[in-house]
């Protein structure tokens, strides 16, 4: 019984650190994602009325109410 938790314990191990793999220079890769939502809800009163923002940044549009 432990000689099973101990390979299943190392094959998880290892795994973890394959899937944690960096590329050729050692540093961690990162894509940048350039998708934006279209609005991000600010206020909701009830399921017919709500607030929401257009612009990535708060103060760079007024809000509109969807009702």
């Not at 191990?13 to 998708?35: C, D, P, R």
């Amino acid at each position: 019984m432990i000689e099973r938790f101990a390979v299943l314990f190392l094959s998880i191990f290892l795994l973890a650190g394959y899937t944690h793999a960096t590329n050729s220079e050692g540093a961690n890769v990162q894509v940048k994602n350039e998708l934006r939502v279209p609005a991000y809800p600010l206020v909701t009163i009830d399921p017919y009325t709500s607030g929401w923002s257009f612009s990535d940044n708060l103060y760079e549009s007024p809000v509109q109410h969807w009702t």
